[in-house]
């Protein structure tokens, strides 16, 4: 038997086992929580006169837990990778106390192999928010019979995953694909077939298995690229691994497949415990796979660490469904001063100078001059833009400046300076002469025309913001 899955409350009782052959085991329980994510609850006597429980008193008093345990259920082994010593309790009066651990990895299966070393695997597999629906990869066709009134009489679904999109990253290969499962569910009831067809992103390394941190590393590099892209939260719903350490065996022994099974990380739990967003929710994002192409992903890969200073603000502040406009304005501005740094100098800049000087309206004109977007009669200039996103921007950060300054002034620094985070990122594939097209004739702003035209502003050459009067309406 064994466990395939854990989900949001599930306790499971078991036997933990450390790997030291004259060591009792130790009764212990797993537990999933949206506060904690997987935690180990360890009862044990704290004075113990036969030394049953010496070895758990100094996991816990001296916060010298095994590094790697597994603990056999019922229902199947757990493996603990990282253990984390998260606290101990004693009740003298009772004798009995509780310690606490916290492991990096959880893997539903028992390994081969000695259990104190690193936990390394071969693939992993994931699942994050929009993936489907970016990708339009898709393993199910679907035939209608009908009759001579067009009635279905019959319907055949076929499940094939098609080609996968590969693309390297450094010794690592990258992929998408569709993946499709067939399951009964059948009770006294109710019987159905369930068909799922959803596409995994995948891990691969030229010099055989890693840590799951260099794989985790190589995919959430896609999964802040789809931050950009959706202009929101993006979460890893599910890891699955595959390592010949990890093996389905015979009853005689036999080794006969090395199945994917489920990885908990400590990294990324709580994302499985937000709420899925609808397809409504999720929106539309600003390019899809086929439009950036594999190619498109190996050079944002290849570019991510350079960019990180860029990267990383931004993914940051668009992941919080609730930031403030304020929050919004830091963040992406500290991106564009670094995406500016980045770029280099650019013609026309030298009108953004202060003192002689690159200023920070100057980083960010580098960045609205290498996008080149036509903003219509909203904006003057992108030295206009620049300045005003740049005096916002101190005037937010810097307390000696005063009151916080005019809100929809800010609102409206909040919407330009994320939209132009999410372009830079898309240039960042590589493909950005094709993809920011339409930007540049200005086909894409609407949504940002309506909200200038909501507060009733533009901004003017000098970086000010002034009413829109009724011949600039025309």
Known sequence: MAIEKLTLGDRV?????????????????????????????VPYVSYDEAGQFKHVQEWFRDEAAPNNLVLHTADGPVSFFGNRWTG??????????????????????????????????????SRLDGLNEWTRLTATTDEHE????????????????????????????LSLRAEW?????????????????????????????????????????????????YGRQISFREHKVQDERFASRLMGGKVYNHPFVELISDRTVRERFTPVPSRKELGRAIAHLQQIGPDGLAEWSEQYDAWSRFILPSAGVLSRKRAYIEDRVISTSMSLEAAGTMIGERPGEKETYGRGRPSTA????????????????????????????????NDVKHADRGDFPNSEHTYLVSSTNSLLVRLLALDLTGKGNELLEPYRKGDELWDLQQRFDSVGVRVTEKGTWVEVTSDDRD
């Open 13 to 41: 009782t078991g036997h933990l086992v450390d790997g030291v052959p004259e060591t009792p085991y130790q009764a212990a329980i797993l537990e999933l929580s949206e506060q904690y994510g997987v935690r180990v609850e």
């Open 88 to 125: 101990h309790s004693e009740n003298m009066g009772r004798n009995v106390s509780l310690g606490k651990l916290s492991p990096a990895e959880t893997v539903l299966s028992s390994r081969d192999g000695d259990l104190a070393d690193e936990l390394r695997v071969q693939t992993v597999r």
């Open 146 to 173: 009908t009759d001579d009134e067009h009635r279905v009489q019959a319907v055949t679904y076929r499940l094939r995953s098609p080609e996968e999109v590969n693309w390297r990253h450094g010794k690592a290969t």
């Open 181 to 229: 499962t067939v399951a009964e569910h059948t009770d006294g009831y109710n019987r159905a077939v369930e068909l799922s067809d959803n596409v995994v992103l995948e891990s691969r390394f030229d010099d055989g298995p890693r840590s799951f941190f260099d794989h985790f590393v190589a995919q959430r590099k896609i999964a802040s690229l789809l931050v950009f892209l």
């Open 362 to 393: 100057t980083n960010i004109y580098r960045c609205l001059d290498q996008l080149q977007i036509t903003w219509g009669k909203y904006v003057a200039s992108n030295v206009g833009l620049a300045r005003a996103i740049a005096n916002n921007y």
